[in-house]
């Protein structure tokens, strides 16, 4: 057994009315739970928690608790414009008892740190499971500092931090952590160097392209562990293949053609997205990696 947790960032599969997608969603957790993932996150950035509807929201969350009871870590994003709003969602969360909850910083408005300081205290006095900040700001333009993380870290409910900006900030925040013997945890996104991090006994890892190819996620870590790391890197290379092919084209979209070809249904782009056409579909499952990942699945409609 593998020491190295590795947490899917989950899409959130639609109908065309845009309520969730029941099968799309049982499928997909379970193509994570047979592929050796140890968590899930359910409405993060993949899952586009922001785009949903209350009612759509209120579905995932239930459900994918519901359906991952007992089979691994279970967190579940949360995080809006501002307190009240966040609060919000953090009431509704509490009903359900998840593992965790992954709080965006508030995005639109600019907040300052002493600001951030507040809000999360706040929201940790709200939430009934654990907190952990979640650092994006590519998307929120809100940066977490190294300095407000230390602030807040103290906070008797939060109890670590998810880090998708830059991989010399992440590793300076958990040196920084480690020599003041903090337990703090970091669970880092960062999977194209997910075979090299492992090596060096970086244990939290979360990402949507872990939802999308779970297998080869943990083959990275299960060779890296052992210490078979050409075979490691070798795995590395395919994940990377495939998140600069999900890349090339819009994120959701892509990610809703990959996982439909996996036989997943469900329109995990939500609208406004477009979905792609059917010839960049085709040139998707015709591409050398996409071939090798799916490995005689067939193609299923979004719906």
Known sequence: MTTTHIISAIGTPLTEDDSLHIEGLQE????QWRNGITGILAGGSMGAMQLLSDQTYADLVRLSIKLGRGKGEIMVGVGDTSFARTRDRIHLVNRYKPDAVAVLTPYMWKYSQSELVDYYHAIADESLAPVYLYDLPQLTGLKVEASTVLAICGHKNIHGIKCSDAAHDTRM????????????RVIVA????????VRHGVRDHLDGIFAL???????????????EYDAAAAYQRDLLELLTLLRSYNAFAAFSAMMNARGIPGRFAPRPFHLLSREQTDMINSSAIMKKLLAGSAYVSPV
């Open 190 to 197: 960062q999977p194209v160097l997910l075979d090299m991090l």
């Open 173 to 184: 925040l958990i040196e920084t952590l480690k020599a003041r013997g903090s337990n703090f």
């Open 213 to 227: 190819a779970p297998e080869w996620a943990s083959a990275i870590v299960r060779h890296a562990e052992a210490g």
């Open 28 to 31: 997909q957790l379970a193509l």
